[in-house]
């Protein structure tokens, strides 16, 4: 029987390496297909980081210049925005063969700081050499932006019905101690110390009344009242309105508008109280002198019109941004801000279908972004 077996193995011996042969590159075909069609990234590392292989997608995201880039070689560690998380990945994938959906942070080509899932394994007998690691890298901004941006609309509906209850309280109260000071004032003597006394009531008082009255307008949520707009007409009042009352000693603003941009549905006066935040809060972060600027552009991608102000001020430091929209938190000194401002901002531009973010460098400014719907019929003209 053994002999019978090896007499037909010699005699077909040829025959079975060709079949293997063409199974083998038939595989190496379909993992090659995959490799280079997929959309998410795919990559190779020695265990200490060093790419050994990278899809084209890959090397897309993270700003390699081609497919043949002889750059030399380069460290996944390298961008992570955590250097120390490769570390953690790497151990883990090492002790137990494998690592599942992580998120990280890592630095991508054009978008700059990006979140992706990441999952990965060991790759056993690749190349002949040890401790070689496969990723599977997804892209999960998107995701990630809009999980948080529910999170902050499920805050600021919980925190806003809160503050309504407070501020009625409160609200009553310090209408009877103002109206009180001010029936003091009438009798007392101009100059006296007991008038400046009161006038210091009076003033703290009002400043109190002003905090309600953001409490008041961060809680309601009744519908802006839309009608069709011109938006850089808005803009170019409330630019208007601030040179005349606010200090510009030293501060330039700029506008750019994009022509393509016709009437939007808007409250007019909501979308003013928003630029007029976003205004007062960049002359303050760029303080004694430089430059603001606003302007307009469609956004291409999804139809809507985006209006950015963008400040040459100290930035916001990198542990503020996730909380710069939250009720009541500001970076201003005590007395000088309540923290509603852009908690306001954020609701208004909500009830319009639209959205708000913030980027920042410390040092480097501050640009908001909005972005508004178009009405059908005027997408450009």
């Known amino acids: 029987m053994a002999h019978g077996e090896l007499l037909y193995l010699n005699q077909n011996l040829e025959n079975l390496v060709a079949e293997r042969t063409e199974a083998l590159t038939q595989s190496e075909q379909k993992y090659r297909q995959i490799f280079e069609g997929s959309k998410d990234m795919i990559l190779v590392t020695r265990k200490e980081g060093t790419i050994l292989d990278i899809n084209p997608s890959g090397k897309k995201m993270l700003g390699w210049e081609n497919a043949h880039d002889d750059a030399g070689p380069r460290s996944f560690q390298d961008y992570f925005c955590d250097p120390g998380q490769w570390g953690k990945i790497a151990v883990t994938v090492l002790r137990q063969g494998f690592i599942s959906n992580t998120e990280v942070d890592l630095k991508m080509a054009a978008e700059g700081r990006r979140r992706v899932l990441l999952s990965g394994g060991l790759a056993e007998g690749y190349t002949g050499e040890e401790g070689i690691l496969h990723f599977l890298v997804k892209d999960i901004e998107q995701q990630h932006l809009m999980r948080e941006q529910m999170a902050q609309a499920d805050k600021l509906a919980s925190i806003g019905e809160l503050s309504s209850g407070i501020a009625h309280e409160i609200n009553n109260p310090l209408g009877i101690i103002l109206g009180y000071t001010q029936l003091m004032l009438r009798n007392e003597p101009k100059g006296s110390d007991r008038e400046a006394d009161l006038k210091t009531i009076e003033k703290q008082v009002r400043y109190c009344k002003s905090i309600v009255e953001d409490l008041l307008n961060f809680a309601r949520t009744s519908a802006p009242k839309k009608e069709l707009c011109d938006v850089h007409a808005v803009i170019d009042e409330v630019i208007h309105f601030i040179r005349q009352h606010a200090k510009l000693d030293g501060i330039d603003i700029r506008a750019n508008y994009d022509s393509r941009i016709g009437p939007l549905l808007i409250d007019q006066k909501k979308i003013s ?33 985006c209006i950015r102000v963008h400040d040459t001020g100290q930035g916001i430091q990198a542990k503020d941004l996730a909380r710069i929209f939250d009720p009541f938190f500001t970076t201003k000194p005590t007395g000088q801000g309540t923290g509603l401002g852009l908690s306001v901002s954020y609701g208004i531009i909500k009830n319009h279908g639209g959205s708000i973010r913030v980027e920042s460098t410390p040092g480097q400014g501050a640009t908001f972004t909005i972005e508004l719907p178009i009405p059908a019929g005027f997408n450009g003209r």
């Open 273 to 305: 109280q928003v630029l007029i935040n976003l205004l007062m809060n960049a002359i303050y972060a760029v303080g004694r002198q430089g430059e603001i600027s606003i302007t307009t552009e469609v956004n291409g991608s999804n139809q809507k019109a």
